[in-house]
């Protein structure tokens, strides 16, 4: 069976004369297992066999998952993780069409994902996403690492532990005007690239993003007419003594300092509105110098976009992956509006969901909603539990993956071993802790590894599992929609999403329209039950709305409708 593979990798030995980076709870990374993967939409066609693809869910799960047909296939990885910034990331989320004062309610700022981490946390999740990360390049793969001040040093470290300081290959610098001015210290005016191959025989085609040469006043370069009238500069070669002529019009390769791309600024059309996007000016230099025609391109902090929506337009194959369903959203929107808007045919692309975790949309809000939902009394301090319920210390695991004993480290290093020891001496019969583990799945076994591992203490431990043990559990209102079909015609004439009203504070009566709260609509005329392929997605512009009313095709059969609203939270229903 498909759950019961498991992959291993070799660690790589320590080399004598070379540092290596220790934090608290380092583990090593040498396994993993497969995890399915369910297809629930396709977009467009296959090119020579090949679809791109979109995966909903942690990617590490994800990973895992491709490890069994893409392990020592991808050609170039690009990500832009976290840079434990200490920020909370946020998208405004504004009510189409109506006009906005200071004390107006419709607009408010959704948080996207934090980034604020514990110094060992942090660098365990990026250990761990790195290993994976190799066993999925190919020989000749490259991975670019964006950072920035917080981290890039021990993101470095942990690059040369994985990969070998021998496949360093640059650390460029993207300079940037805006942003980061500082009173008390020179401004913040860029951000690191970090590039390591797999091996020596890495792919690297710099003539691709060539850069126009810039004539300088007070350059050593003189630039010199040819006989027909071309612009040039020559640079000798220090070692060979040959002279190398290079034309202004022709451009150079780039050298590791980047300052021709800007980041993007509000008014920049192709801005998204999701946090930390990144231009494509970027990622068309990355992708086209460091990976060959035809290649794969991976993201698995996809974001908002940028390297698949890149990687489709340059004609390379992409997979791409998060965790936040807005990311899922926002990169659905952008690849559609690509191939709507291309003169030519491009690769279709399917979107799968990992271990089917789709019941927290938004893996930020996970802990608060249980706590809610469950009564549990939030420790807003604590450093072992996340709170209590009727005498029982809670613990909330991941909730975007089942809980697996490697899950366990972070709770047994901080458990409050001295309280333990005094409880005991003072009742050796007694029960010390009652511990009630929260988990969205978890191994068979969770339970009593955590018992035989703590057996010195009488513990009582309670396994709680979201998905098997609290189905009934109501944690966010659905939407309202009444759809109709009339004179051949689906007809869309209320939909209110209840979870997006609560948080604008607006009741349905006092909606003008609304398509006002819609981000888009698909629709499958020919739905088989299981995967969506929609020939209508009505994707409205910033300031226009989505029709609400659509003609039934003669061929149509099950109808399916996907409305997603501008929080990313879809309804999806038959007709």
Request: hydrophobic fraction near 35%; include cysteine; glycine fraction near 6%.
């Amino acid at each position: 069976m498909d759950g019961q593979i498991s992959f291993t990798f070799e660690q790589r030995q320590p080399i004598k004369g070379y540092p290596e980076l220790h934090w608290t709870g380092k583990r090593p990374y040498t396994s993993t297992q497969y995890y399915p993967a369910q297809l629930k939409e396709s977009y467009g066609e296959p090119k020579d066999g090949w679809m791109n693809k979109i995966f909903w869910g942690d990617n590490l799960q994800v990973m895992s998952h491709m490890l069994k047909d893409y392990r020592g296939k991808i050609d170039l990885v690009y990500i832009d993780p976290p840079f434990d910034s200490r920020v909370d990331y946020k998208k405004k989320i504004e009510v189409k069409g109506i006009g906005r004062t200071e004390t107006d309610t419709s607009t408010f700022e959704e948080k996207q994902y934090g980034d604020i981490w514990t110094n060992d946390e942090y660098l365990q999740f990026m250990y761990e996403r790195l290993v994976l990360i190799k066993e999925l390049l190919s020989d000749s793969g490259n991975i670019y690492v964006h950072c920035d001040y917080h981290r890039n040093y021990y993101i470095r470290m942990i690059l040369d532990e994985v990969f070998g300081a021998n496949n360093f290959k640059n650390e460029i610098l993207w300079c940037y005007s805006i942003g980061g001015k500082g009173n008390r210290f020179f401004g913040r005016k860029h951000d690191m690239l970090l590039w390591y191959s797999k091996g020596d025989d890495y792919y690297f085609d710099g003539k691709s993003p060539l850069v126009v040469i810039k004539r300088k006043a007070n350059s050593h370069m003189k630039t010199m007419i040819d006989d027909d009238g071309r612009e040039y500069q020559e640079k000798r070669d220090k070692k060979s003594g040959k002279v190398y002529r290079y034309y202004v019009d022709e451009g150079k390769i780039p050298e590791d300092y980047w300052i021709d791309i800007e980041q993007l600024n509000r008014e920049d059309a192709e801005r998204s509105g999701y946090p930390t996007q990144k231009p494509e000016a970027l990622l068309q230099r990355i992708i086209a110098s460091s990976c060959p025609e035809n290649g794969i391109v991976f993201d698995c902090f996809m974001g908002s976009g940028t390297t698949p929506n890149v990687a489709l337009k340059l004609g390379r194959k992409f997979i791409g992956a998060d965790i936040n369903l807005c990311s899922i959203q926002t990169t659905t929107k952008r690849l559609l509006n690509t191939i709507s808007a291309s003169e030519s045919k491009l690769t279709g692309f399917c979107l799968y969901n990992v271990n089917n975790y789709d019941f927290f949309r938004n893996p930020v809000e996970a802990k608060e909603l249980i706590i809610d939902a469950l009564g549990i009394q939030k420790f807003d301090s604590s450093t072992v539990y996340d709170g209590e319920l009727d005498g029982w210390m809670v613990k909330i695991m991941p909730t975007n993956r089942i809980a697996t004993k490697a899950d366990l480290e972070e709770l047994k290093a901080n458990l409050p071993y001295h309280t333990f020891e005094k409880r005991k001496e003072e009742n050796p019969n007694g029960v010390v802790e009652k511990i009630k583990i929260i988990c969205m799945g978890h191994e068979a076994d969770l339970k009593a590894a955590l018992e035989q591992e703590l057996s010195s203490y009488n513990l009582e431990i309670e396994i709680v599992d979201i998905l098997r043990d609290k189905k009934d559990l109501q944690f966010k209102r659905e939407a309202d929609a009444n759809i109709v079909k009339e004179n051949d015609q689906i007809i869309i004439k209320e939909f209110y999403p209840m979870n997006l009203l609560q948080k604008l504070s607006m009741q349905k009566e006092s909606v003008e329209d609304w398509r006002q709260l819609v981000e888009s609509i698909y629709i499958d005329w020919n739905y088989d039950g299981q995967t969506m392929r929609p020939t209508i997605c009505d994707i409205p512009a910033k300031d226009e709305l989505v029709s609400g009313i659509y003609k039934i095709p003669a061929s149509a059969g099950k109808i399916k409708i996907k409305i997603t609203d501008l929080l990313s939270e879809s309804l999806e229903l038959e007709v």
